[in-house]
């Protein structure tokens, strides 16, 4: 069983940065594959940016430039760190693992980007 819990969206002004933070629960982390996604109100669910094992990332190329994944496998926590933040940004934030073909998710954060 995988436990995530998702932490650091909140209101910021366009321009602005905000980090998330994704802290996973049992032994697994350092092998596992751990993903960003977002989905906005009245949109699907997207994929924003992935982490490997190897450390290998891919952003999605809307964010590209702004918005980097890391993790810390001592802490078993995922970040994205999100700069020049547009209004399009706006969403809820999801943290998501599989493993042994069960897909886990967070509860996710609000992120809201405004003046």
């Known amino acids: 069983q995988v436990q995530l819990v998702e932490s650091g969206g909140g209101l910021v002004q366009p321009g602005g940065s905000l980090r998330l933070s994704c802290a996973a629960s049992?032994?697994?982390?350092?092998?596992?594959?751990m993903h960003w996604h977002r989905q906005a109100s009245g949109n699907q669910r997207e994929l924003v940016a992935t982490?490997?094992?190897?450390?290998?990332?891919y952003v999605t190329a809307s964010v590209k430039g702004r918005f980097t994944i890391s993790r810390d496998n001592a802490k078993s926590t995922v970040y994205l760190q999100m700069n020049s933040l547009e209004p399009e940004d706006t969403a809820v934030y999801y943290c998501?693992?599989?493993?042994?073909?069960?897909?886990?998710w967070g509860q996710g954060t609000q992120v809201t980007v405004s003046s």
């Open positions: 998501n693992t599989r493993w042994l073909n069960n897909n886990y």
């Open positions: 982490i490997r094992p190897d450390d290998t990332t």
């Open positions: 049992g032994n697994i982390f350092s092998l596992a594959t």
